[in-house]
Structures are given as C-alpha cells and as structure tokens.
C-alpha cells in the first residue's frame, strides 16, 4: 500500500469461524467514526468472501486485503 493508514481500531478473530468473522466486524465497525478504518485479522478460510459481501451489503469499503500464512489482514474504511 503506497499511503500509510492510520487504523482506528484492530479485530483478531483468528480461530474463529463463520459466522464469527462478520458478526464481530460488522459490531465492531459501529464503535468507528465515518472515515476511520478497521482493522480484521482471521483465519477461517470463508472469511475473504463473507467479508467482501458483507462490505458490499452494506456499502463499507475493503481498502486491502492480504493473505499470509493462512492469516487473513482486512483494512475496512467505515463509510457510513
């Protein structure tokens, strides 16, 4: 990522599974102002994609996504 973000909060939910993963994000985005970024860390393999419905669904932005070492790193941008 070329701009350094600064993140307002960070969420491990390592070892957790689905449903886990969204319903703790989709909490923990709520306790964010608009513009801040949240922070996810998770290894339950459908986390990537429930995650990218989950922003989509309700018009959040993934703003990078990695994967390594069967760890899953989310910077999500609350935008509402």
């Known amino acids: ?5 600064k ?4 969420l491990d939910l390592k070892g957790m599974f689905c449903p886990g993963p969204v319903l703790e994000t ?3 985005i709520k306790t ?5 970024v949240l922070e996810v860390y998770a ?3 459908a986390a990537k994609s429930d995650l ?3 922003a989509r669904r309700t018009g959040n ?3 990078d996504m990695k994967q390594e070492n069967g760890v899953l790193r989310v910077l999500i ?3 509402k």
Request: hydrophobic share 40%.
């Open 1 to 5: 990522m070329s701009q350094e973000v």
């Open 7 to 10: 993140i307002a909060k960070t």
């Open 26 to 28: 989709a909490k923990a």
């Open 32 to 36: 964010i102002n608009v513009g801040e």
């Open 43 to 45: 290894t339950d393999p």
């Open 52 to 54: 990218e419905a989950w």
């Open 61 to 63: 932005q993934i703003i």
């Open 77 to 79: 941008k609350r935008t």
